[in-house]
């Protein structure tokens, strides 16, 4: 499909020629772009855009600067692969600013993100004040990921972790046999472990608080580890006299207590789901010796304006700027008056503080006051975790480079989003050049030049269909972009009928963060928008203490759109390095009886290795599996639906165990992951190939899109109505074997509402989404917001964070929870209908949901 290109409108300095890019569903592009200048490359989900701006530009940058260090030095870089392209001309040096979560650790902060907390240790190191007698100590034992700086009892974590009798043992009326010891393994090692009791004489069949106690600390605390005769099925009596007699036994035991068996494997086991289950049975408390401040006494000791360096570090950035930017106004006076015999401590402290003061101005710029510098960056949403780098990268003053940004708005409400496009226009007039995948409207419309990949996803994708300043988009037929930049036509139609509430749900007294003693009503049986600036407590109120009271008065576990037996290795760990901030206080008031369920989709990844995929997440795997058994050639060879299973070892390639690839090792290189030359990438042995469903074997179906699919099985309901379902959401593009790790969060979050959307509807469940638009062309959302409709229409509640005016303008109800971030946040600013919710003077999203409205008339 041939694009259109303009470049008779603006002058630039310079431009990046591509030549024959393919990579991923690029069409062999051909392509130039402007140097110094804002460039947007936009398009539906799926269409190619990160695979044009990522996978082909900044990897070719990356690749030309790795040439030119050290073989050594590049095996210190997570280096990607080489691109699928021609020729590039004119391509400047890279910096990527992409969408991840934040480090799996939570040692990793804001502070460390930023490196603010560096300049901090060395203030304290080199100007704090000491108590009388203390020596200097250097700034590394201000840190607690260092052994100078960790308190000794918490190893720098701020928390410390036991297990008790009454965590390891809930019910103490059952017997040991009736497995009162619920923190030992289930299944086979339980038993195991329960029969070497008998054999020691121990009785498992009396309620486990009625055992002396000094056996119960002993079965429960020991560090000893016995091995003696086990004789399953036997009693105790049976055992002594098989014993007597010398009877040959079953095997020799090895007995593990309770707790060495938690701590054990929370420490050395290698399975997430083991991780998860043990780690339930683990009480975490505040460090008794530093209250949680996770330093050595002799760090906490030292002061800067009256406060130690964690209580410093807990103060709000914007409080920190605050404090910062007074010192440094305050320089003369200190220049007189302070510690005349150490100066140097005073100019130190001056000069730190300007920093700080100004690298702290920017975040501010970015919408970021609200965070503190020892936020965890597991906590961090993709979208702060991004501006954050931003920030860094305005303040480090480079010339000339090229800055690859995904989608820098995700999270942001249009109030911030104009402070994110003053940042990105300070870089862009230092010299530097700005590649933007985006698809917010107000950032798109901020371009000094627009690509548009399209014209659908997948494949369906991978043209040009426009690359030129702003104005020339109005004029291309096929992209769907143009329609919503220049109001012809909006996400939502918001003439639909408004539904009224079947009931309230009535929340009181909530507390955590920056919520004190807040009540708030959310309407059930409709659709719902909570909005909000970022950081005003949106999250911490729907995603979290919603959550949190629900479930509890449920009973049940929160269901996060449950995984299937597949993915059950992929689940998340609970954060037990953290705090933990649990709610502190709150309740339900009324209302709850309306609710039978609870489901959270959030934007986690749905497996986190390529064995996890879209048809295995969703479900759909199982049903073709078994349709592949039922064919004549199955039958013949007496195949059953496990055969067709890469993970099964009958059925998968024995060279990649099931991969489809092998990884080989250029030492200096980065590693090459190439087809394996077994399967050929088809991740099957040859026998279960032979296997076909109307001419197609099972590694072909998981090569295809879901489109492709949903018209090959159309005579199989089963199969074709999850298909279905999967497109509807906007899909379509993806492929049946597609591997989790391949997926963004948003694709992620789109296939877990699928795949509750599959179930049969009851009604009265309430769904959680935290920001279901992240990812999204606005084309996109109308498709999302179709399946959400529809499950209210089912009976059921929907409660969404979002920004996205489409939504909110499309929602039945609105909460703004504000007014500002942080402390100045937390409170309920106002609630209604769209149209009356607009004209609220005090509202920050007022004025931007009347703009659309008005838009739309």
Same mark, same amino acid.
């Given at each position: 499909?041939?694009?259109?290109?303009?470049?008779?409108?603006?002058?630039?300095?310079?431009? $990046?020629?591509?030549?024959?890019?393919?990579?991923?569903?690029?069409?062999?592009?051909?392509?130039?772009?402007?140097?110094?200048?804002?460039?947007?490359?936009?398009?539906? *989900?799926?269409?190619?855009?990160?695979?044009?701006?990522?996978?082909?530009?900044?990897? &070719?940058?990356?690749?030309?600067?790795?040439?030119?260090?050290?073989?050594?030095?590049?095996?210190?870089?997570?280096?990607?692969?080489?691109?699928?392209?021609?020729?590039?001309?004119?391509?400047?040096?890279? #910096?990527?600013?992409?969408?991840?979560?934040?480090?799996?650790? +939570?040692?990793?902060?804001?502070?460390?993100?930023?490196?603010?907390?560096?300049?901090?240790?060395?203030?304290?190191?080199?100007?704090?004040?000491?108590? /009388?007698?203390?020596?200097?100590?250097?700034?590394?034992?201000?840190?607690?990921?260092?052994?100078?700086?960790?308190?000794?009892?918490?190893?720098?974590? %701020?928390?410390?972790?036991?297990?008790?009798?009454? *965590?390891?043992?809930?019910?103490?009326? !059952?017997?040991?046999?009736?497995?009162?010891?619920?923190?030992?393994?289930?299944?086979?090692?339980?038993?195991?472990?329960?029969?070497?009791?008998?054999?020691?004489?121990?009785? $498992?069949?009396?309620?486990?608080?009625? !055992?002396?106690?000094?056996?119960?600390?002993?079965?429960?605390?020991?560090?000893?580890?016995?091995?003696?005769?086990?004789?399953?099925?036997?009693? %105790?009596?049976?055992?002594?006299?098989?014993?007597?007699?010398?009877?040959?036994?079953?095997?020799?035991?090895?007995?593990?207590?309770?707790?060495?068996?938690?701590?054990?494997?929370?420490?050395?086991?290698? *399975?997430?789901?083991?991780?998860?289950?043990?780690?339930?049975?683990?009480?975490?408390?505040?460090?008794?010796?530093?209250?949680?401040?996770?330093?050595?006494?002799?760090?906490?000791?030292?002061?800067?304006?009256?406060?130690?360096?964690?209580?410093?570090?807990?103060?709000?950035?914007?409080?920190?700027?605050?404090?910062?930017?007074?010192?440094?106004?305050?320089?003369?006076?200190?220049?007189?008056?302070?510690?005349?015999?150490?100066?140097?401590?005073?100019?130190?402290?001056?000069?730190?503080?300007?920093?700080?003061?100004?690298?702290?101005?920017?975040?501010?710029?970015?919408?970021?006051?609200?965070?503190?510098?020892?936020?965890?960056?597991?906590?961090?949403?993709?979208?702060?975790?991004?501006?954050?780098?931003?920030?860094?990268?305005?303040?480090?003053?480079?010339?000339?480079?090229?800055?690859?940004?995904?989608?820098?708005?995700?999270?942001?409400?249009?109030?911030?989003?104009?402070?994110?496009?003053?940042?990105?226009?300070?870089?862009?007039?230092?010299?530097?050049?700005?590649?933007?995948?985006?698809?917010?409207?107000?950032?798109? *419309?901020?371009?000094?030049?627009?690509?548009?990949?399209?014209?659908?996803?997948?494949?369906?994708?991978?043209?040009?269909?426009?690359?030129?300043?702003?104005?020339?988009?109005?004029?291309?037929?096929?992209?769907?972009?143009?329609?919503?930049?220049?109001?012809?036509?909006?996400?939502?139609?918001?003439?639909?009928?408004?539904?009224?509430?079947?009931?309230?749900?009535?929340?009181?007294?909530?507390?955590?963060?920056?919520?004190?003693?807040?009540?708030?009503?959310?309407?059930?049986?409709?659709?719902?928008?909570?909005?909000?600036?970022?950081?005003?407590?949106?999250?911490?109120?729907?995603?979290?203490?919603?959550?949190?009271?629900?479930?509890?008065?449920?009973?049940?576990?929160?269901?996060?759109?449950?995984?299937?037996?597949?993915?059950?290795?992929?689940?998340?760990?609970?954060?037990?390095?953290?705090?933990?901030?649990?709610?502190?206080?709150?309740?339900?008031?009324?209302?709850?009886?309306?609710?039978?369920?609870?489901?959270?989709?959030?934007?986690?990844?749905?497996?986190?290795?390529?064995?996890?995929?879209?048809?295995?997440?969703?479900?759909?795997?199982?049903?073709?599996?078994?349709?592949?058994?039922?064919?004549?050639?199955?039958?013949?060879?007496?195949?059953?639906?496990?055969?067709?299973?890469?993970?099964?070892?009958?059925?998968?390639?024995?060279?990649?165990?099931?991969?489809?690839?092998?990884?080989?090792?250029?030492?200096?290189?980065?590693?090459?992951?190439?087809?394996?030359?077994?399967?050929?990438?088809?991740?099957?042995?040859? /026998? +279960?190939?032979?296997?076909?469903?109307?001419?197609?074997?099972?590694?072909?179906?998981?090569?295809?899109?879901?489109?492709?699919?949903?018209?090959?099985?159309?005579?199989?309901?089963?199969?074709?109505?999850?298909?279905? #379902?999967?497109?509807?959401?906007?899909?379509?593009?993806?492929?049946?074997?597609?591997?989790?790790?391949? !997926?963004?969060?948003?694709?992620?979050?789109?296939?877990?509402?699928?795949?509750? !959307?599959?179930?049969?509807?009851?009604?009265?469940?309430?769904?959680?989404?935290? &920001?279901?638009?992240?990812?999204?062309?606005?084309?996109?959302?109308?498709?999302?917001?179709?399946?959400?409709?529809?499950?209210?229409?089912?009976?059921?509640?929907?409660?969404?964070?979002?920004?996205?005016?489409?939504?909110?303008?499309?929602?039945?109800?609105?909460?703004?929870?504000?007014? &500002?971030?942080?402390? /100045?946040?937390?409170?309920?600013?106002?609630?209604?209908?769209?149209?009356?919710?607009?004209?609220?003077?005090?509202?920050? +999203?007022?004025?931007?949901?009347? /703009?659309?409205?008005?838009?739309?008339?």
């Amino acid at each position: 499909m041939a694009g259109k290109t303009t470049t008779d409108q603006q002058d630039f300095s310079g431009y $990046v020629k591509i030549k024959g890019a393919r990579e991923n569903n690029l069409k062999n592009v051909d392509l130039q772009i402007p140097r110094d200048a804002m460039v947007v490359f936009t398009g539906v *989900s799926g269409s190619g855009k990160s695979s044009l701006a990522f996978g082909t530009l900044y990897a &070719e940058a990356q690749r030309r600067y790795l040439e030119s260090v050290s073989p050594y030095a590049r095996r210190l870089f997570n280096q990607m692969s080489i691109p699928e392209v021609d020729e590039i001309e004119g391509l400047p040096p890279a #910096i990527a600013l992409q969408q991840q979560r934040g480090s799996s650790s +939570t040692r990793s902060s804001v502070g460390s993100v930023t490196t603010l907390s560096n300049l901090l240790r060395m203030l304290y190191s080199r100007a704090g004040d000491y108590p /009388k007698g203390q020596s200097i100590i250097y700034a590394e034992a201000f840190s607690p990921n260092t052994p100078e700086g960790a308190c000794p009892e918490c190893h720098g974590l %701020g928390r410390v972790y036991e297990v008790t009798e009454q *965590s390891m043992v809930p019910d103490d009326t !059952l017997t040991i046999r009736e497995k009162a010891i619920a923190a030992w393994p289930t299944a086979w090692q339980g038993q195991n472990l329960r029969d070497i009791l008998i054999t020691m004489g121990y009785n $498992v069949d009396i309620p486990w608080k009625d !055992l002396p106690k000094k056996d119960r600390e002993w079965i429960l605390f020991t560090e000893e580890t016995p091995v003696v005769p086990v004789y399953p099925r036997f009693t %105790g009596e049976q055992v002594q006299k098989a014993i007597k007699n010398k009877m040959q036994p079953d095997y020799m035991g090895t007995f593990t207590g309770a707790r060495r068996y938690v701590m054990q494997t929370f420490a050395k086991s290698q *399975s997430q789901l083991m991780k998860k289950r043990v780690s339930q049975f683990m009480l975490s408390n505040a460090c008794p010796v530093c209250q949680g401040k996770r330093l050595r006494k002799e760090s906490l000791s030292i002061k800067f304006n009256g406060l130690d360096i964690t209580e410093l570090s807990r103060l709000s950035l914007s409080s920190l700027y605050t404090l910062f930017k007074d010192y440094g106004a305050e320089k003369d006076l200190l220049n007189e008056n302070r510690d005349k015999k150490h100066p140097e401590k005073v100019i130190v402290a001056q000069r730190i503080a300007d920093d700080m003061a100004s690298r702290l101005e920017v975040m501010l710029d970015l919408g970021l006051g609200y965070l503190n510098l020892e936020r965890s960056t597991p906590s961090l949403s993709p979208g702060e975790l991004q501006r954050l780098r931003l920030a860094t990268q305005i303040r480090s003053n480079l010339f000339g480079v090229v800055y690859v940004l995904d989608e820098p708005s995700a999270g942001l409400h249009p109030a911030d989003t104009q402070a994110l496009l003053k940042a990105l226009d300070k870089l862009k007039a230092s010299g530097n050049s700005l590649f933007v995948v985006e698809h917010e409207i107000d950032v798109i *419309s901020h371009a000094d030049w627009i690509v548009d990949v399209g014209p659908g996803a997948g494949e369906q994708g991978g043209h040009i269909l426009y690359s030129g300043v702003p104005e020339g988009l109005k004029d291309i037929a096929h992209s769907k972009t143009k329609d919503y930049i220049y109001g012809k036509k909006r996400a939502v139609h918001t003439e639909t009928k408004l539904r009224t509430p079947k009931g309230w749900l009535k929340l009181e007294g909530l507390t955590k963060n920056n919520l004190n003693q807040l009540d708030v009503e959310f309407p059930l049986g409709i659709f719902t928008s909570v909005t909000g600036i970022s950081g005003s407590g949106k999250s911490t109120l729907v995603s979290q203490i919603l959550v949190e009271l629900i479930s509890d008065h449920l009973g049940q576990k929160i269901t996060k759109t449950d995984a299937t037996a597949a993915d059950q290795e992929e689940m998340n760990l609970p954060d037990l390095d953290a705090s933990g901030s649990k709610t502190t206080g709150g309740s339900i008031a009324s209302g709850a009886e309306e609710i039978r369920r609870l489901v959270q989709v959030d934007q986690k990844p749905i497996g986190r290795t390529p064995r996890s995929n879209l048809a295995t997440y969703t479900g759909l795997f199982d049903p073709i599996r078994k349709l592949f058994a039922t064919t004549p050639e199955a039958k013949k060879m007496k195949y059953d639906a496990g055969r067709f299973s890469f993970n099964v070892a009958k059925g998968r390639c024995p060279h990649c165990q099931g991969e489809g690839f092998v990884m080989v090792e250029l030492l200096f290189l980065p590693s090459v992951y190439t087809p394996c030359p077994t399967c050929l990438g088809t991740r099957y042995n040859a /026998k +279960t190939l032979e296997v076909t469903y109307q001419d197609k074997n099972i590694a072909e179906v998981l090569g295809m899109t879901v489109d492709a699919a949903w018209t090959f099985f159309r005579a199989d309901p089963s199969i074709s109505r999850g298909l279905d #379902i999967v497109r509807q959401v906007g899909l379509g593009y993806l492929k049946l074997g597609q591997p989790a790790t391949e !997926l963004s969060g948003g694709e992620a979050q789109r296939i877990k509402l699928a795949t509750e !959307l599959q179930r049969t509807q009851r009604g009265n469940t309430l769904y959680i989404l935290d &920001e279901p638009t992240t990812g999204l062309h606005p084309s996109d959302v109308e498709k999302l917001m179709t399946q959400l409709n529809h499950l209210v229409e089912q009976g059921n509640t929907i409660i969404v964070v979002e920004h996205d005016m489409h939504v909110i303008a499309g929602s039945d109800w609105v909460i703004e929870i504000g007014p &500002e971030a942080g402390e /100045k946040g937390g409170k309920v600013v106002t609630s209604g209908i769209p149209a009356e919710f607009a004209l609220n003077k005090n509202s920050r +999203t007022a004025p931007y949901l009347l /703009k659309y409205l008005k838009s739309t008339e």
